[in-house]
């Protein structure tokens, strides 16, 4: 009896907030002079309080239907409606399962690359999307905001990408000191590879500062700078007769050398200006905003396409990588503990901390969030990289969550780069990990130099697989520990790359969704100013036309918030 008043209970609430949902979209049309309908494309208008409303109704029609359908039907419906994110995962899921079969096989070398290279095919075809979708959704992005609120999201997307990054650092340093996974005897088993190298933090710095202006813009789609340390015979020198000089005959020397790998900071900060610019000047520059609207549909339309070919893909890199791997288990015996460590951190970051600041921000459900990222995260996860995951990430943001295209192509495209919370926990933990290892304890001083270069080196490491090996050097350099443990991590890091590059994605996701709440309001004044400007030009351009055609004169006015002005 008392199930059954439930029941009629949340019908009854059901039918009243279908009402008032309904009610609100009429009022909505009263006021806005515009008639919300409640249809699929209703959402694509960009208001985010609607979707709510409009997904609380959407789900009362579903569950309406659901009663006839048995759970079978129920889950086949869910498949075909989620055909590309069932085929990824499925990939992973194949991948993971033939990995395992093809190392009972011992496959050659060759026969390896062959089952890895569809998977390779998919990452070329991943990063040759890369520059021109960040140049063309940069500019295009750009020239439709107003310096002011490109400001505005800029300082969020800022705050945000710090706050985040630090908070990781810190849940990977509490991890790994709470589980203490590093134990000297592990050193004498695994083999260490490389001489130490030469880091500075300082030097760290300056060069993230100097790729932010680089000096060609050519060189800065293949290349980026590095101060590298250069072995050099000391000069001669003249001592006293009886005194001795015991150092080396060598000193090192800092010099600048440019390494492959896209300077994707320095295009940003390129893009950001020009964009910004071509939409002050208006109707002169229109035809070049044109130009990279158009170049960004077209490369949107061919992720389109390749994302139908990535479960393929991901399931032979996966396969590939798992075939590859020598002595698993010697490895995951001398290495599970830190595994665990870092793999406890990403959870607790990416379904705590992450979700509590979205839902304290926007007040929405971060698992409907997320499960309109996963597409993208099963991508990261297949791939390794966030930069190759990027045009999945603006589909999913824009597609799935209906997250403004103007916000996604700033938010996501810098924080690709420079937002890496999985990196920043993972190199938190590796680098106490390695303290641990060698037997060097840790004061409160060397944790606070843990959790800021951490930062950092996430800050400065390419969206590329394993980068974050690359960076570690400047974690360890500042702590005095051995550079040359890193390749003790080697083993692991096909793992624990993919899990922290989902992460990494997930951290830029959540940014966007959060930055376009705080800015929808701003957003949607711009558009209003537009359409206002578009309408005002319109009627005086047709009172004008009346009068006398001769005397319409155009001038410039910012393209993308006003159109012809008389
Ligand atoms: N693979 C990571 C990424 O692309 C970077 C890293 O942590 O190595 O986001």
């Given at each position: 009896?008392?199930?059954l ?7 009854l609430?059901?039918v ?13 049309g ?24 409009q ?7 579903i ?6 359908k ?31 079969l093809?190392?009972?096989?011992t496959?050659?070398?060759e ?6 290279f ?11 999307f ?11 992005g ?23 990054t ?22 004498t ?7 130490d ?13 100097r ?23 000391k ?16 000193i ?15 295009m940003?900060?390129?893009?950001l200006a ?17 130009f ?10 061919l992720?389109?396409v390749?994302m ?6 991901i399931?032979?890199?996966?396969a ?32 705590i ?20 990222m ?17 045009p ?16 996604t ?32 304890p ?14 950092l080196?996430?800050?400065g ?8 090996l ?25 793992l ?11 951290g830029?996701?959540y ?31 047709n ?13 410039p006015?910012?393209a ?6 008389i």
């Amino acid at each position: 009896m008392s199930s059954l008043g439930h029941q009629l209970q949340g019908t009854l609430s059901a039918v009243g907030r279908a009402v008032s949902v309904l009610k609100n979209s009429t009022q909505l049309g009263k006021d806005g002079g515009e008639q919300h309908t409640i249809t699929p494309d209703a959402t694509d208008m960009g208001s985010g309080e609607d979707d709510d409303k409009q997904e609380v109704f959407q789900s009362h029609v579903i569950n309406m239907d659901t009663s006839t359908k048995t759970k079978v039907d129920l889950v086949l419906d869910w498949v075909r409606t989620n055909l590309l994110l069932t085929l990824t995962i499925g990939g992973v899921l194949v991948g993971v399962v033939i990995g395992f079969l093809g190392r009972l096989a011992t496959f050659s070398d060759e026969s390896i690359m062959l089952i890895s290279f569809p998977g390779e095919i998919l990452m070329r075809l991943l990063k040759m999307f890369i520059l021109p979708l960040i140049i063309s959704s940069l500019v295009a992005g750009m020239a439709q905001l107003d310096a002011q609120s490109s400001g505005r999201m800029g300082s969020i997307a800022l705050l945000y990408y710090i706050v985040t990054t630090i908070l990781a650092a810190i849940v990977g340093i509490f991890m790994v000191l709470v589980i203490h996974p590093g134990d000297p005897s592990i050193k004498t088993h695994v083999e260490g590879g490389s001489t130490d190298t030469k880091v500075s933090t300082l030097d760290a710095i300056l060069d993230i500062i100097r790729n932010l202006f680089p000096d060609n813009l050519m060189q800065a789609c293949f290349q980026q700078v590095q101060t590298s340390y250069k072995k050099v015979n000391k000069p001669l020198v003249f001592h006293e007769p009886n005194s001795s000089d015991d150092s080396p005959g060598f000193i090192l020397k800092p010099q600048l050398v440019y390494k492959d790998g896209t300077n994707v900071m320095g295009m940003i900060v390129f893009c950001l200006a020009f964009g910004l610019l071509a939409g002050q000047m208006g109707t002169k520059a229109r035809l070049m905003v044109d130009f990279f609207v158009v170049l960004n549909d077209i490369v949107m339309k061919l992720v389109g396409v390749v994302m139908w070919y990535s479960p393929f893909g991901i399931l032979c890199l996966i396969a590939g990588k798992i075939m590859s791997i020598e002595n698993l288990a010697a490895t995951a015996q001398q290495l599970g503990l830190y595994m665990i460590t870092v793999i406890l951190g990403l959870l607790v970051h990416a379904l705590i901390t992450l979700p509590s600041i979205y839902y304290m921000f926007t007040r929405k459900n971060p698992a409907v969030f997320f499960q309109g990222m996963l597409q993208a995260w099963v991508t990261a996860l297949g791939t390794a990289s966030s930069a190759a995951t990027l045009p999945i990430t603006f589909r999913c943001l824009e597609e799935n969550n209906k997250i403004d295209s103007r916000v996604t192509r700033f938010v996501v495209a810098v924080g690709a780069t420079v937002n890496m919370d999985g990196t920043a926990l993972y190199e938190a933990v590796a680098a106490i990990f390695i303290a641990q290892m060698n037997g060097i304890p840790l004061g409160i001083g060397e944790v606070i130099t843990v959790s800021l270069t951490a930062t950092l080196a996430s800050v400065g490491a390419a969206s590329i697989p394993s980068a974050a090996l690359i960076t570690m050097l400047l974690v360890l350099s500042a702590l005095g520990l051995p550079t040359s443990d890193i390749s003790l991590l080697f083993a692991v890091d096909w793992l624990l790359d993919r899990l922290r590059t989902s992460i990494n994605v997930l951290g830029d996701a959540y940014g966007a969704g959060i930055v376009y709440h705080l800015t929808k309001d701003d957003l949607a004044r711009m558009d209003a100013d537009r359409v206002l400007d578009t309408v005002d030009s319109g009627l005086v351009a047709n009172v004008k036309t009346s009068e006398t055609a001769d005397s319409i004169v155009s001038r410039p006015t910012p393209a993308g918030s006003s159109e012809t002005q008389i």
